[in-house]
């Protein structure tokens, strides 16, 4: 009998348990509806502005830092008086969910004084920086003048940042990231070597030229694709050693800012064609493909000595795609000429 | 000793492990609500309209391992081309398929042969061509001899460029935000952040079901696919949400799985010698960054990210759950020395322990369950009228436990149409009785080949699609 007592207890137990959480996922949605109809789904919209002000200035525990951060949101989209005051204080809040609200509110008010207090929360390192970036980014070029300070911050990742930042800023701080070239940090380095091929400054191409040798392998590949964009045929020749770099990223880079130079850079890549370096030679090969030379060549006819060069140096499976796309394009004429 | 103590005792046994493992299943399911209501808030403060514009948005390389997909592979495509992300990369490997898999690909991508020279961090069956696409210039095909599922997710992995990969399945159609929500924490924290894993769900066309709005999104109306339906959100919401609280997320699903790319090279790419790769990375991934002693995470969110093709045949679902027994069962037999060793931490202590009494030592309870208890019946050891109600009190606990995935999915996503919940929430209880009996053959099954060394993938036709596919 006290078995059965006890079984008789779980089974209710168990079905009272089913209907609890079937009744409160039937309601909350039919809540959820009536909200949504009523176009009041955020309950920090109907909370009085003494309510948000009091929930935005500080918190206690989870439950109150979302009411904070809804209250924040909601203060920030209204465009409170005080708005600025709390958003000042919770950037700079350690709980980093609470300072990544206000980052975000921050990037969306957009103004001067939300522009300072970003660039104030990337030397803090309260939020996480990608985001506070992310948000500068949206405020780009305007805020340049405000970075360049930043490029001689003490902290690396401040000045990683600025650099960074400052590649979307073409009319600002060329002189400053030019120095930082030969900032001793390397990502600083990396972050300067992307920038100046960002902004499409060809003058800035022998700074990044002078970094081609650099020790760190990634200097090296943001040099390469750098010099790719803003440099000059000649720098052909200069990137193609780097088809033989002991890193492999930075042999990728190499044929990435080949391409980039395109036709002018053949004459530096056919001497790598038979180049005791593996990688260099299929490099080299893979570059020729890729910007056209080999099927230009298949199709005309004329240099077939070059275009044999070129398929040994690539192997079988490279002949056997060069031949494939040679057979396309054969039909694609017929058809058109058909 | 009499036979009758004997049953009494097998049926105690049974219910024991049956009570250890619900409150097993109770505690998880508390701590994946509570999961999930973290990252939801953490969610709705995130500023997604920015990240998938931002140029510091971490690129991500996505590799595709179709094998004999024709009817699939090119709906899996076209989704993953129109994510909403700034800069990813589709690789799609195909593994030697002998159907028009690859053709099927020529003629909507307009693949051409292109020699590409990739890495060979991992060594792999042999490449036989790779193809880019005219119309899109981050698709690239790899088209390579048969080597399964593993060996051409390494392919890929030899020809990813970005930090982060993401392995995914060739039968799942994703949303457009997939990719956001997936690295939103690991672009937060990517030192920490080594793998994410996210909500899907299942439907017998996926494309079709991805293109209602969220919600209006219907759930199959057949019962036994809502039945896998209900099974998807436990895993998700119940176990994974919970497992990823608490340091011992054990299993990255195939279907969708972001990694980042150091971490899949240090640990030697994904294994072949398994019968599927995806749990076994996992398991592999923690073992060695706890013996190394490195702080590290892996992810399991709560975000619907895709909606993958369930089988429509019992007979298809057999062939699919026995497999993944079988993978269980050969990830803990390998990695037993992280069993209760302190350690591995919460994955030594916690989670092998936990795969290992509720998923591998399940159909030997179940076995023993089924046999004993009408024996007992018959013999009068166990009262009818009490046993009923025992089943009564195991299904409605098993309801309840599915409703709350259920509403923790629907408070998440707000996906399906209202009247669906609530068929979904009917069906819940009857689970045990029309559902279960299927997935017990097929763990009884997937032990079976487990322990003669099996390690087939026998793999299903999929269903016919609409026209779109």
Known sequence: VGLRTAVELAAAAAVLAWLAVALATVVGRAGYERRRRTGTLARSGAWSERRLVAHAASHRGEAGKWRRIAALRELARREHPRSRTLLRTAVRDRDRDVAGAAVKALGDRGDAWAVEQLVDALRRDRASRSRVAAQLERLTPAIGPRLVPLLEDLDPAVRFWAATLLGLCPEHGRAELVRHARDPEANVRAAVMEALGERGDRSAAPVVRALLGDAEWFVRLHACRSLGRIGETADAARVAPLLRDRNWWVRAAAKDALRGLGLPAVGALLPYLEDADAFARNGAAEVLQDIGLVDTIAAHGAGRDLLERILAAGGEGYRAAALVRADLAGHEERAQAG | ?469
């Open chain 2, 1 to 469: 000793m009499s036979a009758d103590t004997v049953l009494h005792w097998i049926v105690v046994v049974c219910f024991g492990y049956l009570l250890l493992v619900n409150a097993a299943y109770l505690a998880l399911a508390l701590a994946g609500l509570r999961e999930n209501r973290d990252r939801r808030r953490e969610s709705s403060a995130e500023d997604y309209e920015v990240l998938a514009r931002s140029r510091f948005t971490i690129p991500v390389s996505v590799i595709l391992a179709a094998f004999d997909e024709e009817s699939a592979i090119c709906a899996t495509v076209r989704s993953l081309l129109a994510l909403d992300y700034p800069e990813h990369e589709v690789i799609v490997v195909d593994d030697g398929s002998t159907d028009a898999t690859l053709e099927r690909l020529w003629a909507e991508f307009a693949l051409v042969p292109y020699e590409v020279f990739a890495r060979r961090i991992v060594e792999t069956a042999q490449v036989r061509a790779v193809y880019r696409s005219a119309l899109h210039p981050n698709l690239r095909v790899v088209a390579k001899e048969n080597g399964g599922k593993a060996d051409a997710l390494n392919a890929g992995l030899n020809h990813a460029r970005y930090r982060y990969v993401c392995g995914v399945d060739a039968d799942t159609v994703f949303a457009p935000d997939a990719l956001l929500k997936g690295m939103r924490l690991a672009m937060t924290d990517p030192a920490r952040v080594l793998g994410v894993t996210s909500h899907l769900t299942i439907a017998l066309d996926p494309e079709r079901t991805m293109a209602e709005p969220p919600g209006r999104r219907r759930v199959d109306r057949r019962a036994f696919v809502a039945f896998q339906h209900l099974d998807y959100l436990r895993a998700f919401f119940n176990n994974r949400l919970a497992w990823s609280r608490y340091g011992f997320m054990l299993c990255a699903v195939g279907a969708f799985q972001l990694w980042r790319r150091d971490v899949l090279e240090e640990v030697g790419g994904y294994a072949r010698g398994f019968t599927c790769e995806d749990i076994e990375l996992t398991f592999r991934v923690h073992e060695h960054y706890r013996r190394l002693g490195r702080d590290y995470t892996i992810l399991c969110l709560p975000d619907n990210v895709g909606t993958t093709e369930g089988p429509n045949t019992v007979r298809k679902l057999v062939s699919q759950r026995e497999r993944w027994q079988r993978v269980i069962d050969e990830s803990v037999w390998h990695y037993r020395r992280m069993l209760l060793n302190p350690r591995y931490g919460s994955v030594g202590l916690v989670g092998t322990p936990f795969y290992l009494l509720s998923e591998v030592l399940a159909p030997l309870f179940e076995v023993l369950a089924v046999v004993s208890l009408p024996l007992a019946l018959a013999a009068g050891v166990f009262d009818p009228v009490v046993f009923a109600l025992v089943l009564v009190a195991v299904a409605f606990a098993n309801g309840a436990l599915t409703g709350l995935a259920v509403l923790s999915d629907d408070v998440h996503s707000r996906l399906y149409r209202p009247r669906d919940l609530a068929r979904l929430l009917l069906l819940a209880p009857l689970d045990l009785f029309l559902y279960r009996p299927v997935l017990m053959w097929s763990r009884l099954k997937g032990t079976w080949r487990f322990l003669r060394g099996d390690k087939g993938w026998y793999k299903f036709e999929r269903n016919a699609r609409g026209a779109g596919a």
